[in-house]
C-alpha cells in the first residue's frame, strides 16, 4: 500500500470516526461498567456506548484486522495501525473487550477449523458471546502443564471434572475455553483444548475476593460436566487436535501476554510527571527525580510498544518476544501504580471517598500486583526469555 | 513510519556490521592502537576506509557531495561503532560537526564540507564548559573585531580537538552566560593563532582537549549561521549528536550483553554451565529487556529527527537518559557475570565498560538528561 494510500485512510478513518464515536466514547475509563464486554446478559451503560459499539461491530472494527468473513473489518497492518493512532488521537475507547477477542480468536484464527471460525469468530466480533479462561488450578499455575483436570472419553463425549481457579469473570461468562487432561500418561500431549458452554449442568463457580476488595475472579467446579465432541458440522468442541492442546495454549499465552503486556496501552505508557504535579501541587525533589526516572522508562517502553507491533504484524519479532513484552510492561505498570500513590499522599490512601471515585488510586494500585502474576509471573517470563531467546542452558 | 527498518536500512546495517566486526574491531583498532599509545586514539587509515564506505558524508545534503541520508542510517553505523569500541571521529565529525555546518552559508559549506567527505581532514565540537553538560550556559566569548572577532574563553572535553583540523565553537558574541539568545557557533581552524590544546587521554583510551582562546582572531567568515542566532543550530547539532551517541551506547550495550550471555553458556562452576544459574539467568533476561527497549527508543527518536517532527527533542532525551542507564547496567553486569576474568585486562568486557563511561558523560548523563524529560513534561 502506497503511502497515499494510507493517508486516504486516514483522512477516511479520521471522519469515520467524528461521525460516529461519540463525545462520551472519548473519555478515559473509570469505572469497571465503562467496559463493555459483551455477552448472553451484557446491558449497555448508555445510548453512547451501545451507539459506539453498533457502529464497531458494522464496520468490523470490534475486531479491525480479522478478516471481514468473520466478523472483522479485514485491515492490513498499516491500515490497522493508522486506525489504532486515529483512535488514540481522540481517546476512543475500545468499543468491546473480551478474552474471545484477546485470546480465542487469535487461536481460533490459526488452529481453527472454517466451521469454528465461521461461528465463533463472529459470535466474538459481535460481542454474542463472553468467553472465560480455564487454565489455572489450584496445584497448576506456574507449571500449568501438570494439570488435573480430566475428561473420561465417553465415545461422542467427554465427562469432564476437576477445578480451575483465578477464571477471571467466569460468573459473567457464557462460555469458558478449558485445558482439560484426557490422557494421564502423556503430560504434554496428553491435553485437549476444550470449548463448552458455562451452562452445562455441573458447571459451578465461586468468587474470589482481592486485595483491591473487588472480585472479578472464580474458582470454576466441573462435576461430570458433559462435553459434547462436536456441535455440528467441522464445528468440534476442541481446538486443534484431542491431546494436543498444549500447542494451542502456548500460542494463546503469547497473545494473552502481549494483551496484559499494556504495548497498546495508549495513555498508560503516557508521561505521569505532570499529572502528578497537578494532583500535589508541589514534588518533592527526590519524587520529582523518581517520576523523571520513570517517565524516561515509560516513553522508552511505549516506544518499544510500537516497534514491536510493528514488527509483529509483519513476523519480524521474535516468538517469544511477548513474554519480555508483559515482563516489561506489567513491571512498569506497577511502578507507575506505587509512584501515583506516593504523589497522591492521604488522599490516595482513602477507600470508600467520593473524591477518590469510591478509592480508585489505592484500589488500582492493589489490582496492578497481579500485572505480574496473571497470565504467566515475571520470574517465568525470565524463564522463557532466557531459554527461548537468550538460549541459555538448562531445563 | 512502522519503526524497524526498511530493506535499505537493513542492507546498510549488514554491511557496517561486516565492515566494523572486521576492519573496526577490537583487536584491530582500539587496543593497537591503544597499546601503541598513539595520539589521536584511532587510526587515520580506518577513517579513509570509512569515507570509501560512503559513511564520512552520509549526512551531508547529496547538492553538497554528500548522500543526504538522515539520522537512522547515521545510527546504523554508530551502533555498530559501538558494538565494536571502534574509535573513529564519526560521532563528532561526521555527525556533530556536519550537522552544525549544514546550517552554514554557501561559502562555509563549500570550505569545509569536501574535506569532511573525502576524510581528509576531521571536525570537532566545542560545547562544554565545565566538567558537567551544560550547553544552556556559554560563557566563551566572541567579541567584534574589525571585520571579525575575537575570541576568548575555555573549552572542556572537545573530543578528538587535537586530531582535528577544524573545530565547530559555541560562543558568547552578546548576552549573558545564561541567555539562549547571544551564541554563535564558530568554524575555527586547527592553526588559528591563540589557541591551545591540553590533550588527555580518557579512560576509553579516546582523546580529549581542554582548549584555552586567548584572543583567538577569526574572519566573519568563520561564522556558521547567523551572529547571536546560533542556538538553533546549536540544538539542532545537540538533537542529533544525543541521539547518535544513544545509537553508540546501543551498540555498546548489545556488544558488552552478547559477549557475557556467550560467556555463561561456556563457562563450567559447581560442575554446570554457569548460565544454568537461574540467579544468573534472570539477570541476564531482565537485561536483554531493558537493551532491547533503549534500542526501540533510540530508533524512534531518530525516526522522529528525521521526519522533523516537534517530538524528537523530547525524545532525544528520553533515548539519551534510557540508553545511558541500560548501557550502564550492561557492562556493570559484564564485568560481574565474568567473574575474575571480567576484571583483566587481556579480555575485552572491561573495554565496554570504560567506553560506557565515557558515553555517559558525552553530551548529558542520565541525570541531565532525565531533568530535561521533566522540564520538558512540564514539571
Ligand atoms: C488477577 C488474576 C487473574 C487471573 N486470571 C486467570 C484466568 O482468567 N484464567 C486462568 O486460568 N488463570 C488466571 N490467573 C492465574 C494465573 O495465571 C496464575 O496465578 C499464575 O500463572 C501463577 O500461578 P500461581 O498463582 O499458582 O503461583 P505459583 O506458580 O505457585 O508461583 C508462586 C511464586 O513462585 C514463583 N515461581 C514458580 N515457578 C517458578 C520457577 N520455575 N522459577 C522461578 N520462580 C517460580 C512465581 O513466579 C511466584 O512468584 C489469574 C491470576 C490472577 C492473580
Ligand atoms: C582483583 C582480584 C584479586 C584476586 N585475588 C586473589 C588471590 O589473592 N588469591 C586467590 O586465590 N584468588 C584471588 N582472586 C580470585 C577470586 O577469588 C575469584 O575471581 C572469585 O572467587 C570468582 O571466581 P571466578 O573468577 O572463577 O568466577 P566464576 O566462578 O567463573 O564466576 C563467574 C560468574 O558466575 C557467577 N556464579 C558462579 N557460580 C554461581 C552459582 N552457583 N550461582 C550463581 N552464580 C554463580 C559468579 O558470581 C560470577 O558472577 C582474585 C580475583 C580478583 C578479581
Not at chain 1, 485512510?9 to 472519548?26: I, S
Not at chain 2, 564520512?56 to 542510517?73: A, F, I, N, S
Request: charged fraction near 25%.
Amino acid at each position: 500500500m502506497s503511502d497515499s494510500d494510507l493517508d486516504a485512510f486516514r483522512a477516511e478513518t479520521r471522519a469515520w470516526l467524528e461521525a460516529n464515536c461519540p463525545p462520551e466514547m472519548r473519555e478515559p475509563v473509570r469505572d469497571e461498567d465503562d467496559v463493555y464486554w459483551g455477552g448472553r446478559n451484557a446491558k449497555f451503560k448508555n445510548d453512547a456506548q451501545k451507539a459506539w459499539f453498533e457502529a464497531c461491530v458494522a464496520k468490523g472494527y470490534t475486531v479491525p484486522a480479522w478478516p471481514k468473513e468473520y466478523g472483522g473489518a479485514g485491515l492490513s497492518p498499516a491500515e490497522a495501525k493508522v486506525l489504532r493512532e486515529e483512535m488514540s488521537r481522540i481517546g476512543a475507547r475500545p468499543p468491546l473487550s473480551s478474552f474471545g477477542i484477546w485470546m480465542l480468536g487469535p487461536a481460533l484464527l490459526h488452529f481453527g477449523t472454517e466451521g469454528q471460525k465461521q461461528r465463533f469468530l463472529n459470535e466474538i466480533a459481535r460481542g454474542e458471546i463472553r468467553w472465560c479462561q480455564g487454565y489455572s488450578e489450584p496445584g497448576s499455575g506456574s507449571d500449568l502443564v501438570s494439570l488435573q483436570t480430566y475428561g473420561e472419553d465417553k465415545g461422542d463425549h467427554w465427562v469432564v471434572n476437576g477445578q480451575k481457579i483465578w477464571t477471571s469473570y467466569a460468573d459473567k461468562a457464557d462460555w469458558i475455553f478449558c485445558l482439560v487432561r484426557t490422557d494421564k500418561e502423556n503430560k504434554y500431549q496428553g491435553i485437549t483444548f476444550m470449548l463448552y458452554d458455562m451452562a452445562s449442568a455441573g458447571v459451578s463457580t465461586k468468587p474470589i475476593l482481592l486485595i483491591s476488595g473487588s472480585s472479578p475472579f472464580c474458582e470454576t467446579f466441573f462435576d461430570d460436566v458433559k462435553v459434547p465432541k462436536s456441535y455440528g458440522e467441522d464445528v468440534p468442541a476442541y481446538v486443534g487436535q484431542v491431546n494436543r492442546g498444549w500447542d494451542v495454549a502456548k500460542y494463546l499465552l503469547g497473545h494473552e501476554r502481549e494483551m496484559i503486556s499494556g504495548a497498546d496501552g495508549g495513555d498508560r505508557t503516557s508521561a505521569i510527571g505532570a499529572a502528578m504535579l497537578r494532583l500535589s501541587g508541589e514534588l518533592d525533589p527526590v519524587l520529582r527525580a523518581e517520576l523523571a526516572q520513570f517517565d524516561v522508562d515509560a516513553l522508552a517502553y511505549a516506544a518499544m510498544g510500537e516497534k514491536f507491533l510493528d514488527e509483529i504484524k509483519v513476523g519480524k519479532a521474535h516468538p517469544a518476544q511477548p513474554n519480555m513484552m508483559k515482563y516489561a510492561g506489567t513491571e512498569l505498570n506497577k511502578r507507575r501504580h506505587e509512584l501515583m500513590m506516593a504523589a497522591g499522599g492521604t488522599r490516595a490512601l482513602e477507600w470508600d471517598s467520593e473524591e477518590t471515585g469510591g478509592g480508585k488510586p489505592s484500589r488500582n494500585w492493589l489490582r496492578t500486583k497481579a500485572n505480574s502474576i496473571e497470565g504467566g509471573t515475571s520470574e517465568v517470563m525470565l524463564n522463557v526469555i532466557s531459554k527461548r531467546i537468550l538460549d541459555l542452558p538448562g531445563a | 513510519m512502522p519503526l524497524y527498518y526498511d530493506d535499505d536500512q537493513v542492507m546498510l546495517a549488514e554491511t557496517a556490521n561486516q565492515f566494523m566486526g572486521e576492519e573496526g574491531s577490537i583487536k584491530n583498532q582500539l587496543r593497537h592502537w591503544r597499546d601503541r599509545n598513539c595520539k589521536d586514539g584511532f587510526g587515520h587509515g580506518l577513517w579513509k576506509q570509512f569515507a570509501e564506505m560512503g559513511f564520512t558524508g552520509m549526512l551531508v545534503g547529496e547538492e553538497d557531495g554528500g548522500l543526504g541520508m538522515g539520522q537512522v542510517e547515521a545510527n546504523i553505523v554508530l551502533e555498530e561503532i559501538g558494538r565494536n569500541l571502534t574509535p573513529s571521529p564519526f560521532l563528532s565529525s561526521s555527525v556533530l560537526a556536519a550537522t552544525a555546518l549544514k546550517h552554514g552559508s554557501n561559502d562555509v559549506r563549500g570550505r569545509w564540507l569536501p574535506d569532511l567527505i573525502s576524510g581528509d581532514k576531521v571536525y570537532a565540537v566545542a560545547i562544554d564548559e565545565g566538567v558537567k553538560h551544560r550547553p544552556e550556559r556559554i560563557a566563551c566569548k566572541a567579541e567584534k573585531s574589525g571585520n571579525g572577532f575575537r575570541l576568548t574563553g575555555k573549552k572542556d572535553f572537545v573530543v578528538y580537538g587535537a586530531s582535528s583540523e577544524m573545530i565547530v565553537v559555541a560562543a558568547r558574541t552578546s548576552g549573558s552566560d545564561g541567555d539562549a539568545d547571544g551564541v554563535t557557533l564558530f568554524a575555527v581552524p586547527q592553526d588559528a593563532a591563540g589557541m591551545s590544546h591540553d590533550s588527555v587521554r580518557l579512560v576509553d583510551s579516546s582523546m580529549a582537549s581542554h582548549i584555552t582562546f586567548d584572543g583567538v582572531e577569526l574572519d566573519g567568515d568563520a561564522v556558521i549561521g547567523e551572529v547571536d542566532g546560533g542556538r538553533e543550530v546549536l540544538n539542532a547539532m545537540l538533537m542529533a549528536g544525543r541521539i547518535g551517541t544513544a545509537a553508540e551506547g546501543v551498540g555498546v550495550a548489545r556488544g558488552a550483553m552478547d559477549m557475557t550471555v556467550d560467556y555463561i553458556k561456556q563457562r563450567k562452576q559447581f560442575g554446570k554451565l554457569i548460565g544454568e544459574f537461574q540467579a544468573l539467568q534472570h539477570r541476564a533476561a531482565h537485561l536483554y529487556s531493558e537493551v532491547e527497549i533503549a534500542r526501540a527508543v533510540t530508533i524512534k527518536a531518530a525516526q522522529l529527527l528525521d521526519g522533523g517532527s516537534e517530538k524528537a527533542d523530547l525524545m532525544a532525551s528520553v533515548a539519551k537518559a534510557k540508553v545511558a542507564k541500560v548501557a550502564g547496567l550492561a557492562v556493570r553486569e559484564g564485568v560481574q557475570m565474568h567473574g575474575g576474568i571480567g576484571m583483566t585486562d587481556e579480555y575485552d568486557i572491561g573495554l565496554y565498560m570504560k567506553r560506557d563511561r565515557a558515553l555517559q558523560e558525552f553530551l548529558g548523563d542520565q541525570y541531565y538528561h532525565a531533568n530535561r524529560v521533566a522540564e520538558l513534561s512540564g514539571y
